[in-house]
Nanobody
Framework: QVQLVESGGGLVQAGGSLRLSCVASGRTFSSYTLGWFRQAPGKERGFVAAITSGDSTYYADSVKGRFTISRDNAKNTVYLQMNSLKPEDTAVYYC?????????????????WGQGTQVTVSS
């Protein structure tokens, strides 16, 4: 298990950008698959993006072309660059980690979670 701490959320106007960061503890960060999920009020937590230990990336259709996930193993950090933000992107964003190199869009497959960071996009 790793400990995860997100940062970078905030309030932004529609069309704007934010970059979320998630710093992990532990010496085996590079072997984990990392994901970003989000949860809006009254909705289930949903998949946003994932990056495997081999740097393959996967995105939800709703963010494809606007969001970019990346990782810096030297800094034990995963990023989510969010561009062209829309009001419907408003949610609490969580980073998560799972052991191994196989990505998954199901939250239950991820064993470690951060505390979440709020992203609010105004129209």
């Amino acid at each position: 298990q790793v400990q995860l701490v997100e940062s970078g959320g905030g309030l932004v106007q529609a069309g704007g950008s934010l970059r979320l960061s998630c710093v992990a503890s532990g010496r085996t960060f590079s072997s984990y698959t990392l994901g970003w999920f989000r949860q809006a009020p009254g909705k289930e937590r949903g998949f946003v993006a994932a990056i495997t230990s081999g740097d393959s990336t996967y995105y939800a259709d709703s963010v494809k072309g606007r969001f970019t996930i990346s990782r810096d193993n030297a800094k034990n950090t995963v990023y989510l660059q969010m561009n062209s933000l829309k009001p419907e992107d408003t949610a609490v964003y969580y980073c998560a980690a799972k052991q191994g190199s196989i990505w998954n869009s199901q939250p239950v497959k991820y064993g470690s979670w951060g505390q979440g960071t709020q992203v609010t996009v105004s129209s």
